[in-house]
């Protein structure tokens, strides 16, 4: 009985139930839809690595930290005998040695355009094996035979628009190199985006390590290969089964699908607590429309517990439908991802796609649950009717003391949360200030959702105090309406808060991050240019080539190292140190000093950041020991303490002529970024064109001018603020849904109202103004309040972000402004169609209805 009760009320309101259906498919669609999409990445990168992962892979020892840097110029490598005594172990089939690179990069000399990937997957160097491992099949040419031969995949060529004869020129720290594309691969399995060059073995080796070596031995054979391996080679080298290989890579390949795949499930969180407001007053309104027919079942025996089942019931059934709907449309959103990642250089097919049991699990339980804890608490006020309400008329009577108590714990929960604001942006150290910050949001945001009946009346009252004024009749109705159930105004307008709150605090971070680093790079640096080699080093010809560059009178390079501190006391702390020229803090950076001086430095001393120092207990004239690495030590005194907030962060800095005292040239890291300064008077304009043209044989490298570093700057802050703007978009259009279905559910319970408010007048355009107003001030009230709460989070993360560079706070004044216009637009847009639906009501069957 109570099952065919909730189907029964189920399907005599599926229309009013249609919006918040659409927000549970939302919420699940992106859920499932990255589950899918995580799923197939993987799966695809999986089948590849099966493929090509030999059944033991004898590889170098593991670089130390200290070392990384040094092994992505010089690859670690297994000597050349190594072959052979691995091909001579019980059970090996075959043993290939193997020279694989990550660290050069292939040129087009004709239009001195790269060739391969710009998007993050590798362009992989390396020696053609003929094994069962290899990822290529050879489709077109043959082979490399020879020192100047090179077999490049066809996904490459096809992007690069080359083919077979033409020339590239390969770069890596050992020098350059021509070859001449003599065969083209295509790939046994889908290309997960990266580009792939063949060499002989002989000229790989040479050309890519510098000498005979590989860089692994890849055997196959049977399942005793590892442990035969281990017990002759275990000591000197890491041995890898076919299964650890594969997991390794998946590793890998898993840090770079997670910030996506992450990133995707927030979309679905935030969706989802958006779509819960659009629930809880969906369930309300229906249960307010309900009174009389509630009252009626527990008049005739029905019990409280049976009306809070058929409520949940109900809801249970949108969550089942929303669910299902939802899974479906994930199946749209993954292919859209893999089309998307594909259109970036990831070749993903939509065929493959991957559905496991996670997407059914993740997707019913997100869309039932919400369904299930938004329709609680109308359910429960649904159970609390008593049979005396029958004889009333619509509407339940107010619950004062819910409402105090309501407000008392608004009032401590934002309280609360305000103070934990107050206290991070206080906060010494950012780690405590942004836990201070994480919990100020969360209460902050709990406890504005909590109080929005009790603002709405307030703040509503003042939004639309010029609307009887202006609108006249229209318009003071609108007010009122707004203002006559603040639980429902306020769950409305408090889905729309959530995205525009998220909207004004990025902003606010954005803004203050590049106002701080434009005026960091302003006041601290002095030179003129900045080089960087990306994820090659930079090699002595390309600073050859800016020396000579007209209008250049000096370039500064600087190393870094992955350096340990012993402090006085006898312990040691890691930091990250930079080894730099005289003229680096003298003409081409000028950092604020807390205490000692800069010259120090090349007297033989240590700069350090200020926290460092503070952390460590530091001060100038303390004598540490730096340990460069590879037991390379020296013991120098502190000459310096920057301030907070620089551009040089806590990092620590020696001279040049210092650090070579004790490092050796072979051992010291690559340089991957150079500064060059302009000579005096020198046009720095027509300089930089001249030194674009010096350097245009290697497009690998970037070369910016001040201006143009502050673009990159903020580029790389908008590549993230236009994320968080993607997230919001959709919710606030899961909160525009909110305010339709309000509005609409608003309309059919009011329907003998409007009429009678026609029949004594009130014209149909008049009706709709009405109906827009109303909308319009139930949007600005969510975005003020939205507006308050963001600048209270922006400026919190400024102020504990304000010792590592966002030193300026900046609020930008016109997203605010099109924030608040954009909301009265919100507001209008959302109330068309039930504004149309208003003025299209018969006057006569509206009076009469019951």
Do not use: C
Request: charged share 15%; glycine share 12%.
């Amino acid at each position: 009985m109570l099952l065919k009760t909730s189907l029964r009320s189920f399907f005599a309101h599926k229309g009013r139930m249609a919006l918040s259906l659409i927000a549970v498919v939302l919420s699940v669609a992106f859920v499932s839809g990255t589950l899918v999409f995580s799923d197939t990445a993987t799966g695809t990168f999986d089948k590849l690595f099966a493929a090509t992962s030999s059944d033991v892979s004898v590889q170098p020892p593991k670089p130390a930290e200290d070392e990384e840097q040094q092994a992505a110029v010089k690859p670690p490598t297994v000597p050349v005998e190594l072959e052979r005594q691995v091909a001579a172990l019980p059970g090996v089939k075959s043993a290939v040695g193997q020279v694989l690179v990550e660290n050069a990069v292939m040129i087009n000399p004709v239009t001195n355009k790269l060739v391969g990937p710009t998007t993050g997957a590798p362009t992989l160097l390396g020696n053609w094996t003929d094994t069962p491992g290899n990822p290529l099949k050879v489709t077109s040419g043959h082979t490399p035979r020879g020192p100047t031969e090179l077999l490049l995949d066809a996904d490459t060529v096809k992007k690069a628009k080359l083919g077979l004869g033409d020339r590239l020129r390969v770069e890596n720290p050992l020098g350059r190199h021509d070859f001449t594309i003599v065969g083209i691969g295509t790939f046994t399995t889908t290309n997960p985006g990266a580009a792939l060059g063949f060499l002989d073995t002989p000229t790989a080796q040479q050309a890519l390590l510098g000498g005979p070596a590989f860089s692994t031995v890849e055997a196959y054979g049977d399942d005793r290969l590892k442990a035969d391996a281990l017990a002759q080679f275990g000591a000197g080298y890491q041995v890898k089964t076919a299964a650890e290989q594969k997991a390794d890579r998946s590793e890998q390949v898993g840090k770079g699908l997670g910030f996506m795949k992450y990133a995707m499930l927030g979309f679905a969180f935030v969706s989802a607590i958006v779509g819960a407001f659009l629930i809880v007053n969906t369930f309300s309104m229906l249960v307010a429309q309900r009174t009389r027919e509630i009252g009626l079942l527990r008049a005739i025996g029905g019990s409280r517990r049976q009306v809070n089942r058929s409520v949940l019931v109900e809801a249970l059934i949108l969550g089942v439908l929303g669910s299902t709907l939802g899974v479906a449309a994930g199946l749209g959103v993954a292919v859209g991802l893999i089309k998307l990642m594909s259109a970036i250089g990831m070749d993903l097919e939509a065929a493959d796609l991957r559905i496991g049991p996670d997407v059914f699990i993740a997707g019913y339980a997100l869309g039932i649950v919400v369904t299930l804890v938004a329709a609680w608490f109308p359910a429960r006020r649904a159970s609390r009717i008593s049979p005396m309400a029958a004889l009333r008329d619509h509407g339940t009577p107010a619950e004062a003391r819910a409402n105090l108590v309501r407000t008392g714990l608004g009032l401590l929960l934002t309280a609360g949360g305000g103070s934990l604001l107050v206290f991070g942006a206080g906060a010494e150290k950012a780690a405590t200030g942004g836990r201070y910050l994480g919990l100020g949001v969360v209460l902050t945001l709990i406890g504005f959702v909590v109080l929005g009946p009790l603002l709405a009346s307030a703040v509503v009252r003042v939004l639309g105090a010029l609307l009887p004024a202006l609108f006249g009749p229209s318009g003071r109705l609108a007010q009122r309406n707004a203002m006559r159930n603040p639980r429902r105004t306020g769950a409305t307008a408090a889905a729309l808060m959530i995205g525009l709150a998220l909207v004004i605090a990025s902003a606010v971070f954005s803004s203050s991050a590049v106002t701080s680093t434009s005026a960091q790079i302003d006041k601290s640096v002095g030179a003129d240019y900045i080089v960087s080699g990306g994820r090659t080093a930079i090699t002595p010809e390309m600073m050859d080539a800016v020396r000579k560059t007209p209008g250049i009178d000096h370039v500064t390079t600087q190393r870094f190292f992955a350096a340990k501190v012993q402090l006085p006391d006898g312990q040691k702390a890691r930091t990250p140190l930079t080894a730099v020229p005289p003229s680096f803090f003298g003409t081409d950076f000028r950092p604020t000093v807390d205490s000692g001086a800069v010259d120090s430095l090349q007297r033989g001393s240590l700069g350090i950041g200020a926290a460092f120092a503070k952390d460590h207990g530091l001060k100038v004239g303390d004598q540490v020991t730096v340990d460069y690495g590879q037991g390379r030590t020296q013991t120098v005194p502190v000459g310096a303490v920057f301030g907070k907030g620089e551009l040089f962060g806590d990092g620590s800095f020696v001279a040049m002529d210092t650090m070579e005292k004790v490092v050796p040239a072979a051992e010291q890291p690559p340089v991957w970024t150079f500064f060059a300064k302009a000579s005096q008077g020198a046009d720095v304009d027509r300089t930089l064109t001249a030194l674009e043209d010096g350097l245009k044989e290697y497009p690998q490298l970037t070369i910016k001018d001040r201006a143009g570093y502050k673009e990159l700057a903020q580029s790389q802050i908008n590549t993230l603020l236009y994320l968080i703007y993607g997230l919001v978009a959709l919710s606030i259009t899961v909160a525009v849904l909110g305010v339709v279905n309000t509005l609409a559910l608003s309309v059919v319970e009011r329907t003998r109202e409007i009429g009678l408010l026609r029949a004594i007048g009130l014209s149909r355009r008049q009706l709709r103004r009405m109906i827009r107003l109303e909308s319009v001030v139930i949007a600005v009230f969510g975005a003020v309040l939205g507006t308050g709460l963001g600048l209270g989070w922006g400026v919190t993360a400024q102020r504990v972000l304000r010792d590592q560079g966002l030193g300026t706070l900046s609020v930008p004044t016109a997203t605010v402004a099109v924030t608040l216009v954009a909301s009265v637009l919100i507001g209008l847009f959302a109330a068309l169609v039930p504004a149309f639906r208003a003025g299209r009501m018969n006057v006569l069957a509206a009076i009469a209805t019951d």
